[in-house]
């Protein structure tokens, strides 16, 4: 090593920091106590030494002028931006002695815990929530939760467990590991992964898949890279998924394309789905959808007959009218050709040595707080009794639903609001005022973050500062392998996510104060299963470890482990469903009183749903399109990313531009009867002449960050436009981001933008 470092750390990527759901390796390297540069680390399983531009800025993230680097309490009213400086032990008896005052009046589910995406937040969150006695852990401001849960949600219902595409991930050897098998096409089904950051799966392995062989099936609005290297393209009409899967299901099985031996063997429900899926002929499907009869036909047969092949999707799916449907159809699609949990197919994806570290599911749930926890926790949740999918699948509260009784107090009142890794008011929250609304109705609201934005701005009474990645312990068990985060480094006062709930957790609950001395000591007890202690993990293994691929009794080894019995409870061969097969007629969906069969809803805004709307406002909405330089509303102020993406856009098809009379560059409004804001546009080939795409999560840091401008959110959020309450029958899924409609103009001399509206400071004027 150079004499220009004195140490290298290598660690896991899991925020803060890049902020992306992670999983990669990186390098740290260290000269006088302090991050200097940071690279991808070429000998990490997952990542071989690529990094993402919001890696390589690390430095500029962590040594940011204005990064939060002290607990800060509020001293005026809320919105003036006034904070001092206190101590950690103030911070914490603050948060103590105001939640259990609530508790004492409210009881503890007045206390409502939001979280946003990314982080190693979900553990560390849930486990404080618990601790205080609250069953209210939400992702507010998610519309309909529409972020994976309806994913996987209808994987858990359909198959027992969710599953991923196989681009060989499962192995230490990647590629030469001869039990994997490449898959033939891989559909890219609403996400363009080299750009964004899925769950768990790192957009490269599908261009290294690529390289080797693999077709690719795009199905997308935009024209995507991978639409351009697409053997078959299927721009598709936003919101209409479903319709697509269930056309594409009644093709495989109208010309005997499916998996005989594995259907007749192990799915339930077949004849069922087969009569259901007549109701979608490739006419109607192509009418609903706007893509060509043929070109959805070749699309089908390519995967059906190509096995294996493997389908990797992303968000929008979640975002369909009904998300848990339309997953549950293309679920169904990767089940009846036979590319279930194969090689090269859609995988099962257990998480390391069946650990449990982010309960995203009621298996994992109930393996980390006990089988008792669902009963637990939905006398009270928010959301529960209207939904009964809800209540018997994960532990998140309803956000929609908690929101409207954050304002009203129906049927209990909700009083304060711990909010870490997210920035919901410039980020995740359609209807921005409704939410600014909720919030400002609280008597005391905690935000956990690194730096001021239009959240902690707006609403914030106390502000936690978080440590990055670099800075701080953590593991991971999300899939394989199992890995660490390791310490390199200390930035001013900050504290890691895990370290400030597991000391609450401790002050709330007294008996984890003897339980947990220390963070190891809870990581020890979590990984006890696998064998292996945070200690030995970080000095033996380096940092993470995969495991043993013949021990075939691991649920997390993959393949066929339905044949082996390594998926069910009891040991025996089959699904972990109440009928032991894969279930295309879902027995629990029966229960819930929900379809049992998937089904195709239109989107509440949409030229065939609301016609007139449509006259009114006839371009569709497209948020989410991610950029390589933030993660959603994440670093908008580190130099070296946001150079390369300066402005809050709206790309539109050059040809609708020249119909209107705009030019590339001209700021415009973006605009529905929801409110208006200002856009700079960019004109992009790809975009359809009836959608406009309009990134999310940007606020401009460099602009005063008091009231009324809280750094122009209410001036250029997409989400001002987006509405709430879309949420789909089971609960989850249907938030419209990506299905709103509206209409674009140029801006008119004196027109202004829309301003916060003036809710009254539930805290007082006098600060906590």
């Known amino acids: 090593m150079s004499n220009k470092y004195d140490r290298v750390v290598t660690t896991t990527v899991w925020s803060p920091g890049p902020g992306c759901h992670g999983g990669c390796g990186a390098k740290l390297y260290i000269k ?36 939060i680097l002290y607990p800060m309490k509020r001293v005026g009213a809320r919105g003036e931006g006034k904070f001092e400086r206190i101590s950690w032990d103030e911070a914490y008896g603050t948060v103590e002695q105001k939640f259990n005052d609530i508790k004492e009046r409210f009881g503890p589910e007045a206390v409502i815990f939001c979280q946003g995406t990314g982080r190693d937040i979900g553990g560390s969150i849930s ?21 994976y849960t309806p994913r996987l949600g209808a994987m858990s219902m359909v198959q027992g467990d969710p599953c991923v595409a196989d681009c060989s991930q499962f192995f230490e050897k990647r590629f030469d590991d001869k039990r994997f098998e490449l898959p033939k096409y891989i559909v890219v089904w609403g996400q363009n992964p080299g750009v964004g950051c899925p769950d768990a799966f790192m957009g490269t392995w599908v261009v290294d898949c690529m390289k080797r062989g693999t077709k690719i099936i795009c199905i997308d609005p935009r024209w995507t890279y991978f639409a351009s290297r697409a053997e078959h393209f299927l721009q598709i009409r936003p919101g209409t998924d479903g319709a697509l899967a269930l056309g594409m299901l009644n093709v495989i099985i109208e010309n005997g394309w499916h998996d005989k031996e594995f259907v007749d063997k192990w799915c ?41 092949s493997s389908i990797h999707w992303g968000l929008p799916i979640d975002m369909c009218p009904e998300g848990t449907t339309a997953a549950q159809a293309i679920a169904d699609l990767w089940c009846i050709t036979g590319n279930l949990d194969v090689p090269g197919g859609n995988v099962i994806a257990r998480p390391a040595f069946g650990l449990t570290q982010y309960p995203y599911d009621t298996h994992q749930m109930k393996a980390m707080y006990g089988d008792d926890i669902m009963d637990k926790i939905n006398s009270k949740r928010c959301g529960a009794g209207e939904y009964k999918y809800l209540a018997n699948f994960r532990g998140w509260a309803q956000p929609d639903v908690a929101v409207q009784q954050m304002i009203d107090g129906k049927p209990y009142p909700i009083k304060a609001a711990w909010i870490q890794t997210t920035n919901m008011l410039g980020g995740q929250a359609a209807d921005l005022n409704k939410h600014y609304r909720a919030l400002m109705n609280m008597d005391f609201n905690v935000v956990v973050d690194s730096f001021h934005n239009p959240t902690t701005m707006a609403i914030a009474d106390l502000i936690l500062p978080v440590a990055t990645f670099a800075e701080k312990e953590s593991w991971r ?85 339905y044949e082996r019995g390594a998926l069910r409870p009891d040991g025996k061969p089959g699904f972990r469903t109440p009928t032991g097969k894969v279930e295309l007629y879902t027995t629990m969906h029966e229960q ?67 119909e209107k009379g705009i030019c590339d560059g001209d700021w415009v409004w973006v605009e529905n009867d929801r409110g208006r804001i200002r856009r700079k546009v960019k004109a992009n080939y790809c975009m359809d002449k009836k959608c406009v795409s309009v990134p999310h999560g940007w606020w401009l840091p460099e602009t005063d960050g008091p009231a009324p401008d809280f750094y122009k959110s209410w001036e250029i959020n997409c989400n001002l436009l987006t509405p709430v309450d879309t949420q789909s029958s089971s609960g989850y899924g249907g938030g419209a981001y990506k299905t709103t409609l509206c209409r674009i103009r140029k801006i008119e001399a004196g027109e202004a933008c829309v301003t916060p509206p003036d809710y009254p400071d539930a805290a007082g004027k006098d600060g906590i």
């Open 268 to 308: 339930h429900g077949f004849d069922k789905l087969s009569e259901r899926v007549k109701e979608y002929p490739l006419s109607k499907v192509s009418a609903i959808t706007g893509i060509p009869e043929n070109v959805i036909f070749e699309a089908t047969k390519a995967y059906a007959l190509n096995r294996p």
């Open 32 to 67: 006088d106590d302090k991050v200097v540069k940071v690279e991808g680390d070429e000998s990490h399983p997952w990542s071989c030494g690529r990094a993402c531009s919001r890696l390589l800025a690390m430095t500029q993230y962590m040594y940011h002028k204005d990064r």
């Open 477 to 561: 068990a999300w899939y394989v392998p199992l890995q660490l985060i390791r310490p390199a480094v200390s930035v001013g006062e900050c504290k890691s996510d895990w370290e400030i709930n597991l000391e609450l957790a401790r002050r709330f609950n007294p008996k984890f104060k003897e339980k947990y001395p220390s963070f190891q000591s809870y990581v020890d007890e979590r990984m006890k299963s696998s064998g292996h202690t945070y200690k030995e993990l970080s000095e033996k293994h380096d940092g993470w470890i995969f495991p043993d691929p013949e021990d075939m009794k691991d649920c997390s080894v993959p393949y066929k482990r």
């Open 592 to 658: 819930f009183g929900i379809d049992p069969l998937p089904f195709y809803v239109e989107p509440p805004e949409s030229e065939l749903a609301t016609p007139e709307l449509f006259k009114k406002y006839p371009l569709v909405m497209v948020t989410g399109r991610r950029s390589p330089m933030f993660f959603h509303s994440e670093h908008r102020m580190i130099p070296w990313l946001r150079v390369c993406d300066p402005d809050p856009i709206v790309e539109v098809n050059p040809d609708l531009l020249k």
């Open 127 to 147: 486990f404080l929530c618990y601790a205080f006695g609250s069953p209210n852990w939400c992702q507010l401001g998610l519309a309909g939760q529409s972020c």
